[in-house]
T-cell receptor, first 117, second 116 residues
Framework: DAGVIQSPRHEVTEMGQEVTLRCKPISGHDYLFWYRQTMMRGLELLIYFNNNVPIDDSGMPEDRFSAKMPNASFSTLKIQPSEPRDSAVYFC???????????????FGSGTQLSVL | AQKITQTQPGMFVQEKEAVTLDCTYDTSDQSYGLFWYKQPSSGEMIFLIYQGSYDEQNATEGRYSLNFQKARKSANLVISASQLGDSAMYFCAMRGYLYNTDKLIFGTGTRLQVFP
């Protein structure tokens, strides 16, 4: 399995530009999470999906942020317009839960390092 | 509501020794899962170990074990026979499976330094 795939790995953009981050979860996983990591705030949950449906977006900072999951194999996180304070590492993670064993595997992508100048 | 607390911002351990990284949690859920992740300087988040709240035995994965004390709401990570490559940030995380609708939240992390 290729794992969770995120693109791009690095993104440098100017303030005011639109930024789109992409994520392909592990096949068969029914949950997808978007996180933002900064030194000041640590790992923040932005939004998560279950079976392609957004469940909780209370962590999305403001209306400039939006996320979609049009199908089970693809999700996007969009920032429009971007601001310097959005600079961070953005992680996508996916999981499945085996209810019969109460075991869970939850894996992260490599992250997207976003720099807004 | 859910909360994860990691009180050790940094820890030092000598190579080949064991080290315990502390994690306490609070949740209104009866069913929940606890995770530990390692983040080396390269930045990726590496899954280490998982413990379900109804698991009676402590989880183990190679040199990693999770000391789960449900009554104390603690889920400490024990790394045995530390190696230089274990130097990294370690994050404890939790998912509540009922009232908290599967939200996964993280602690602030502990930076572990292994010295020769």
């Amino acid at each position: 399995d290729a794992g969770v795939i995120q693109s791009p790995r690095h993104e440098v953009t100017e303030m005011g530009q639109e930024v789109t981050l992409r994520c392909k979860p592990i096949s068969g996983h029914d949950y997808l999470f978007w996180y933002r990591q900064t030194m000041m705030r640590g790992l923040e949950l932005l939004i998560y999906f279950n079976n392609n449906v957004p469940i909780d977006d209370s962590g999305m900072p403001e209306d400039r942020f939006s996320a979609k999951m049009p199908n089970a194999s693809f999700s996007t996180l969009k920032i429009q317009p971007s601001e310097p304070r959005d600079s961070a590492v953005y992680f996508c993670a996916s999981s499945s839960r085996d209810s019969s064993s109460d075991n869970e595997k939850l894996f992260f992508g490599s992250g997207t390092q976003l720099s807004v100048l | 509501a859910q909360k994860i607390t990691q009180t050790q911002p940094g820890m030092f351990v000598q190579e080949k020794e064991a080290v315990t990284l502390d994690c306490t949690y609070d949740t209104s859920d009866q069913s929940y899962g606890l995770f530990w992740y390692k983040q080396p300087s390269s930045g990726e988040m590496i899954f280490l170990i998982y413990q379900g709240s109804y698991d009676e035995q402590n989880a183990t994965e190679g040199r990693y074990s999770l000391n789960f004390q449900k009554a104390r709401k603690s889920a400490n990570l024990v790394i045995s026979a530390s190696q230089l490559g274990d130097s990294a940030m370690y994050f404890c995380a939790m998912r509540g499976y009922l009232y908290n609708t599967d939200k996964l939240i993280f602690g602030t992390g502990t930076r572990l330094q292994v010295f020769p």
